[in-house]
Nanobody, 127 residues
Framework: QVQLVESGGGLVQAGGSLRLSCTVS????????MGWFRQAPGKEREFVAA??????????YYADSVQGRFTVSADNTQKTLYLEMNSLNLDDTAVYYC??????????????????WGQGTQVTVSS
């Protein structure tokens, strides 16, 4: 059984930085495409970033809204996915979710291809 546990959320001032972590237990880490999604109050869950599984080349993908500010990385030995978030702004306030699955590359930015989800971690950016 695959379990994902996020950590690292919190309260930060606009312009600040946070690093989220997602530790995976169960199946081999590199066999999954790993993604970060977020959901703000009253809004739908949206794609943030992803790292494709090794079979698909391990490339990284970002939403336009976070490109250049966020970086997704992984430590395969620790089975941990990271999301480094810099230059945070008020629009980044949301619950951030880690997800694992085997979506087709054309669907990597959609949630439907991810079978496993963490419980979420709150990120709040204040002015």
């Amino acid at each position: 059984q695959v379990q994902l546990v996020e950590s690292g959320g919190g309260l930060v001032q606009a312009g600040g930085s946070l690093r989220l972590s997602c530790t995976v237990s169960g199946r081999t880490f590199s066999s999954y495409t790993m993604g970060w999604f977020r959901q703000a109050p009253g809004k739908e869950r949206e794609f943030v970033a992803a790292r494709a599984r090794r079979l698909n080349g391990g490339s990284t993908y970002y939403a336009d809204s976070v490109q250049g500010r966020f970086t997704v990385s992984a430590d395969n030995t620790q089975k941990t996915l990271y999301l480094e978030m810099n230059s945070l702004n008020l629009d980044d306030t949301a619950v951030y979710y880690c997800a694992a699955g085997v979506p087709a590359l054309g669907s990597i930015r959609t949630s439907r291809g991810y079978a496993h989800w963490g419980q979420g971690t709150q990120v709040t950016v204040s002015s």
